[in-house]
Protein backbone atom coordinates (compact mmCIF):
# COMPACT_ATOMS: atom_id res chain seq x y z
CA UNK A 1 0.00 0.00 0.00
CA UNK A 2 3.06 2.48 0.56
CA UNK A 3 1.08 3.85 3.54
CA UNK A 4 3.48 2.85 6.19
CA UNK A 5 7.25 4.49 5.62
CA UNK A 6 10.51 2.96 6.38
CA UNK A 7 12.26 4.79 8.93
CA UNK A 8 16.03 4.80 10.08
CA UNK A 9 17.01 3.67 13.22
CA UNK A 10 18.74 0.79 15.10
CA UNK A 11 16.56 -3.02 15.28
CA UNK A 12 15.47 -4.05 18.66
CA UNK A 13 16.14 -7.87 17.30
CA UNK A 14 19.58 -7.55 15.99
CA UNK A 15 20.69 -4.74 16.79
CA UNK A 16 22.08 -3.54 13.63
CA UNK A 17 21.33 0.09 11.90
CA UNK A 18 19.46 0.23 8.58
CA UNK A 19 15.83 0.53 7.45
CA UNK A 20 13.58 -0.44 9.91
CA UNK A 21 10.03 -1.69 8.14
CA UNK A 22 6.50 -1.47 9.51
CA UNK A 23 5.48 -4.22 12.15
CA UNK A 24 2.19 -4.45 12.55
CA UNK A 25 1.31 -4.87 16.49
CA UNK A 26 -0.61 -7.37 16.49
CA UNK A 27 -0.05 -8.77 13.10
CA UNK A 28 -2.46 -7.76 10.21
CA UNK A 29 -3.83 -11.39 9.95
CA UNK A 30 -4.85 -10.98 13.45
CA UNK A 31 -7.53 -8.61 13.08
CA UNK A 32 -5.06 -5.72 12.46
CA UNK A 33 -5.26 -4.70 8.66
CA UNK A 34 -7.40 -1.85 8.60
CA UNK A 35 -7.61 -0.83 12.40
CA UNK A 36 -8.60 2.86 12.36
CA UNK A 37 -7.48 4.36 15.56
CA UNK A 38 -6.79 7.67 17.50
CA UNK A 39 -3.21 8.46 18.47
CA UNK A 40 -2.90 10.39 21.40
CA UNK A 41 -0.12 11.85 23.26
CA UNK A 42 0.45 10.41 26.42
CA UNK A 43 0.71 13.73 28.00
CA UNK A 44 -2.79 14.98 26.90
CA UNK A 45 -3.97 11.49 28.19
CA UNK A 46 -3.10 12.15 31.28
CA UNK A 47 -4.06 15.66 31.60
CA UNK A 48 -7.64 14.63 30.79
CA UNK A 49 -10.13 15.46 33.88
CA UNK A 50 -12.50 13.08 33.27
CA UNK A 51 -10.91 10.26 30.65
CA UNK A 52 -14.61 8.71 30.51
CA UNK A 53 -16.12 11.47 28.75
CA UNK A 54 -13.86 13.98 27.71
CA UNK A 55 -11.58 11.85 25.38
CA UNK A 56 -8.23 13.88 24.03
CA UNK A 57 -7.81 15.09 20.96
CA UNK A 58 -5.58 13.19 18.43
CA UNK A 59 -4.23 12.29 14.92
CA UNK A 60 -6.79 9.42 12.98
CA UNK A 61 -4.16 7.01 11.47
CA UNK A 62 -5.37 4.21 9.17
CA UNK A 63 -4.05 0.82 7.78
CA UNK A 64 -3.57 -1.18 11.12
CA UNK A 65 -1.67 -0.07 14.78
CA UNK A 66 2.15 -0.85 14.48
CA UNK A 67 5.57 0.43 15.17
CA UNK A 68 9.34 1.23 13.28
CA UNK A 69 11.14 -1.33 15.45
CA UNK A 70 12.50 -3.72 13.51
CA UNK A 71 14.72 -4.27 9.91
CA UNK A 72 12.73 -6.19 7.18
CA UNK A 73 14.27 -9.29 7.74
CA UNK A 74 13.80 -9.76 11.63
CA UNK A 75 10.27 -8.76 10.58
CA UNK A 76 9.97 -11.21 7.88
CA UNK A 77 11.89 -13.87 9.78
CA UNK A 78 8.40 -13.61 12.91
CA UNK A 79 6.02 -13.66 9.84
CA UNK A 80 7.45 -16.61 8.59
CA UNK A 81 8.14 -18.83 11.88
CA UNK A 82 5.41 -17.42 14.44
CA UNK A 83 2.62 -15.34 12.89
CA UNK A 84 0.34 -18.57 11.58
CA UNK A 85 0.48 -19.83 14.97
CA UNK A 86 -0.58 -16.78 16.30
CA UNK A 87 -3.09 -16.21 14.46
CA UNK A 88 -4.67 -19.31 15.10
CA UNK A 89 -4.40 -18.52 18.68
CA UNK A 90 -6.02 -15.53 18.19
CA UNK A 91 -8.84 -16.99 16.24
CA UNK A 92 -10.19 -19.28 18.97
CA UNK A 93 -9.81 -16.39 21.12
CA UNK A 94 -12.13 -14.32 19.67
CA UNK A 95 -14.94 -16.85 19.45
CA UNK A 96 -14.32 -17.49 23.64
CA UNK A 97 -14.98 -13.19 23.89
CA UNK A 98 -18.32 -12.78 25.67
CA UNK A 99 -20.61 -9.18 25.64
CA UNK A 100 -20.21 -7.91 28.99
CA UNK A 101 -16.70 -6.32 30.92
CA UNK A 102 -16.25 -9.21 33.50
CA UNK A 103 -16.58 -12.79 32.30
CA UNK A 104 -15.08 -15.89 32.50
CA UNK A 105 -14.17 -18.76 30.67
CA UNK A 106 -13.45 -22.37 30.84
CA UNK A 107 -12.10 -24.15 27.19
CA UNK A 108 -10.40 -26.42 25.28
CA UNK A 109 -7.83 -25.04 22.51
CA UNK A 110 -6.78 -27.67 20.39
CA UNK A 111 -3.93 -28.64 18.13
CA UNK A 112 -2.06 -24.90 18.66
CA UNK A 113 1.68 -23.79 18.80
CA UNK A 114 3.01 -22.84 22.33
CA UNK A 115 6.45 -22.08 21.60
CA UNK A 116 5.38 -19.97 18.39
CA UNK A 117 3.04 -18.46 19.93
CA UNK A 118 4.57 -17.44 23.03
CA UNK A 119 7.81 -16.01 20.62
CA UNK A 120 5.28 -13.65 18.78
CA UNK A 121 3.92 -11.92 22.13
CA UNK A 122 7.46 -11.58 22.69
CA UNK A 123 8.42 -10.06 19.86
CA UNK A 124 5.00 -7.61 20.06
CA UNK A 125 6.80 -6.24 23.63
CA UNK A 126 9.94 -6.20 21.46
CA UNK A 127 8.29 -3.75 19.17
CA UNK A 128 6.06 -1.67 21.52
CA UNK A 129 8.86 -0.76 23.27
CA UNK A 130 12.32 1.05 23.30
CA UNK A 131 15.86 0.35 22.09
CA UNK A 132 16.78 0.98 25.93
CA UNK A 133 14.63 -1.86 26.95
CA UNK A 134 15.85 -4.45 24.43
CA UNK A 135 19.24 -3.57 25.01
CA UNK A 136 18.67 -4.50 28.64
CA UNK A 137 17.38 -7.36 28.36
CA UNK A 138 18.67 -9.02 25.83
CA UNK A 139 17.50 -12.88 26.56
CA UNK A 140 14.06 -11.67 24.91
CA UNK A 141 15.51 -11.14 21.63
CA UNK A 142 17.71 -13.89 21.57
CA UNK A 143 14.15 -16.15 22.54
CA UNK A 144 12.43 -14.90 19.74
CA UNK A 145 15.24 -14.74 17.08
CA UNK A 146 16.35 -18.37 17.67
CA UNK A 147 13.20 -20.54 16.74
CA UNK A 148 13.88 -23.30 18.44
CA UNK A 149 15.55 -21.92 21.67
CA UNK A 150 13.54 -22.37 24.88
CA UNK A 151 15.61 -20.42 27.40
CA UNK A 152 13.72 -17.50 28.74
CA UNK A 153 15.43 -16.95 31.93
CA UNK A 154 12.80 -17.22 35.15
CA UNK A 155 12.92 -13.53 35.93
CA UNK A 156 10.49 -12.98 32.60
CA UNK A 157 6.65 -14.13 33.12
CA UNK A 158 3.97 -13.60 30.64
CA UNK A 159 0.59 -13.70 31.63
CA UNK A 160 -2.79 -13.41 29.71
CA UNK A 161 -6.62 -12.54 29.69
CA UNK A 162 -9.60 -12.27 27.18
CA UNK A 163 -10.59 -8.53 26.74
CA UNK A 164 -12.59 -6.52 24.23
CA UNK A 165 -10.05 -3.65 24.77
CA UNK A 166 -12.61 -1.22 25.09
CA UNK A 167 -9.58 1.22 25.02
CA UNK A 168 -6.47 -0.52 23.33
CA UNK A 169 -3.51 -0.82 25.65
CA UNK A 170 0.18 -0.68 24.17
CA UNK A 171 2.22 0.56 27.57
CA UNK A 172 5.69 0.25 27.79
CA UNK A 173 7.80 -1.00 30.26
CA UNK A 174 7.59 0.82 33.66
CA UNK A 175 7.04 0.55 37.36
CA UNK A 176 3.27 0.37 38.41
CA UNK A 177 2.50 0.55 42.24
CA UNK A 178 -0.28 -1.91 43.79
CA UNK A 179 -1.62 0.69 46.75
CA UNK A 180 -3.07 -3.10 47.83
CA UNK A 181 0.08 -5.02 48.12
CA UNK A 182 2.35 -1.56 48.57
CA UNK A 183 4.39 -3.67 46.20
CA UNK A 184 5.86 -1.97 42.58
CA UNK A 185 5.53 -4.61 39.52
CA UNK A 186 7.65 -3.98 36.42
CA UNK A 187 5.77 -4.33 33.63
CA UNK A 188 4.45 -4.04 29.97
CA UNK A 189 1.08 -4.47 28.95
CA UNK A 190 -0.48 -4.55 25.16
CA UNK A 191 -4.47 -4.85 24.90
CA UNK A 192 -6.13 -5.94 21.58
CA UNK A 193 -8.91 -8.23 21.10
CA UNK A 194 -9.15 -10.40 21.78
CA UNK A 195 -6.10 -10.95 23.94
CA UNK A 196 -4.09 -9.05 26.67
CA UNK A 197 -0.56 -9.72 27.57
CA UNK A 198 1.37 -8.63 30.93
CA UNK A 199 4.97 -9.16 30.68
CA UNK A 200 6.70 -8.48 34.10
CA UNK A 201 10.10 -8.85 35.22
CA UNK A 202 11.57 -9.73 37.98
CA UNK A 203 8.22 -9.19 39.68
CA UNK A 204 5.68 -11.04 41.66
CA UNK A 205 1.81 -10.33 40.69
CA UNK A 206 -0.92 -10.62 43.27
CA UNK A 207 -3.64 -11.02 40.47
CA UNK A 208 -5.22 -14.26 40.62
CA UNK A 209 -7.31 -13.39 37.26
CA UNK A 210 -4.20 -13.24 34.72
CA UNK A 211 -3.37 -16.57 33.19
CA UNK A 212 0.16 -17.18 33.46
CA UNK A 213 1.81 -18.52 30.08
CA UNK A 214 5.42 -18.59 30.63
CA UNK A 215 5.00 -22.30 30.39
CA UNK A 216 4.39 -22.13 26.68
CA UNK A 217 8.35 -21.71 26.46
CA UNK A 218 8.58 -25.64 27.28
CA UNK A 219 7.63 -26.65 24.14
CA UNK A 220 9.28 -27.56 20.86
CA UNK A 221 9.12 -25.71 18.03
CA UNK A 222 6.50 -27.21 15.68
CA UNK A 223 4.69 -29.43 18.47
CA UNK A 224 1.36 -28.93 18.57
CA UNK A 225 -0.80 -29.41 21.91
CA UNK A 226 -4.43 -29.52 23.49
CA UNK A 227 -5.28 -27.42 26.24
CA UNK A 228 -7.74 -26.96 28.71
CA UNK A 229 -7.53 -23.28 29.99
CA UNK A 230 -9.69 -20.99 31.99
CA UNK A 231 -9.51 -17.03 31.02
CA UNK A 232 -10.98 -14.29 32.59
CA UNK A 233 -12.18 -11.09 30.27
CA UNK A 234 -11.26 -8.24 31.73
CA UNK A 235 -12.54 -4.41 30.66
CA UNK A 236 -9.08 -1.86 29.43
CA UNK A 237 -10.61 1.32 29.94
CA UNK A 238 -7.55 3.17 30.41
CA UNK A 239 -4.09 2.57 29.17
CA UNK A 240 -2.37 1.99 31.74
CA UNK A 241 -1.37 -0.99 32.99
CA UNK A 242 -2.56 -3.66 35.40
CA UNK A 243 -5.99 -1.19 35.68
CA UNK A 244 -8.99 -3.26 35.00
CA UNK A 245 -11.58 -1.09 36.60
CA UNK A 246 -15.21 -1.64 36.03
CA UNK A 247 -16.65 1.45 33.92
CA UNK A 248 -18.57 2.40 36.91
CA UNK A 249 -15.97 1.88 39.40
CA UNK A 250 -13.65 4.30 36.85
CA UNK A 251 -16.10 6.78 37.05
CA UNK A 252 -16.93 6.48 40.47
CA UNK A 253 -12.76 6.97 41.39
CA UNK A 254 -12.68 9.97 38.91
CA UNK A 255 -15.51 11.72 40.31
CA UNK A 256 -13.98 11.49 43.85
CA UNK A 257 -10.64 12.63 42.52
CA UNK A 258 -11.87 15.39 40.72
CA UNK A 259 -14.18 16.57 44.27
CA UNK A 260 -11.21 16.28 46.02
CA UNK A 261 -8.59 18.15 43.61
CA UNK A 262 -11.88 20.95 43.27
CA UNK A 263 -12.05 21.52 47.91
CA UNK A 264 -8.20 21.44 47.85
CA UNK A 265 -8.46 24.80 44.78
CA UNK A 266 -11.48 25.77 47.30
CA UNK A 267 -8.87 25.73 50.28
CA UNK A 268 -6.29 27.16 48.42
CA UNK A 269 -8.50 30.00 47.58
CA UNK A 270 -10.32 31.07 50.52
CA UNK A 271 -6.90 31.24 52.42
CA UNK A 272 -4.63 33.12 49.96
ZN1 LIG B 1 16.81 -6.90 12.78
Not at 24 to 48: G, L
Not at 126 to 143: G, P, R, T, V
Request: glycine share 4%.
Amino acid sequence: MGRHKMTKGICNICGIKTNLSYEHVPPKAAFNKNTKYVSIKFEDYIQSRNLMKEIPKGKTKQGGIGYNSFCEKCNNFFGANYVNAYVKWVNAGVQLLADSEFASCYFEIKNIEPLSILKQIISMFLAINDNSFSNDFKELSEFVINKESKILPEKFQIYTYLTRAERLRYMKYSAIGDLNTRQTVLCSEMAYPPFGYVLTIDSKINKKYLRNITEFKNYDFNENKDFIMSLAQLPTYTIYSLDYRSKDKLNNDIEKANNLMDNIDKFRKENS
